[in-house]
């Protein structure tokens, strides 16, 4: 079964940006990561990246017209403005899981608010790149 794996703007500039909230390990060190931990679980992972709010809706309609069911996603600075892309989420029919590298909540004020957290069935924030994995896994389960 394939299994999405989107990250939003500012997200490849990981290993660059803030590394003091984000570390210095790159999105080619996250997508390694997880490719590896969603094949041991039989999952088929499909990565994707953008900065534009447009290009991320678009690839999950095609992720759900292709067929794809499960999604893990970490809408970076979309997930506190987004209604679009919330409602992509909520259209796609995938069973998705919100990550967040840092813990949004020990953050600005106004990341303490996700909404695109409502169109997914859970959020793992603050546990770096390990909360890909466990969303990974959650969604391996079911």
Not at 56 to 74: E, F, H, M, R, S
Not at 83 to 112: C, P, Q, W
Request: charged letters at 25%.
């Amino acid at each position: 079964m394939d299994i999405g794996i989107v990250n939003g703007p500012n997200l490849d500039r990981l290993g660059k940006r803030e590394p003091e909230v984000y570390g210095t390990r790159t999105l080619a060190d996250l997508e390694t990561d997880v490719r590896a931990h969603a094949v041991a679980r039989g999952l088929k992972p499909r990565f994707f990246q953008s900065n534009h709010e447009g290009e991320i809706i678009d690839t999950l309609a095609k992720w759900t017209d292709d067929g794809v069911k499960l999604l893990v996603i970490n809408p970076g600075g979309h997930t506190h403005v987004s209604v679009a892309l919330r409602d992509a989420i909520a259209g796609s029919g995938m069973r998705t899981v919100e990550v967040h590298i840092s813990n949004i909540y020990k953050r600005e004020a106004f990341r303490h608010v996700s909404i695109t957290a409502g169109a997914c069935e859970g959020v793992i924030t603050g546990l770096g790149f390990e909360g890909y994995k466990l969303a990974v896994d959650f969604l391996a389960k079911k």
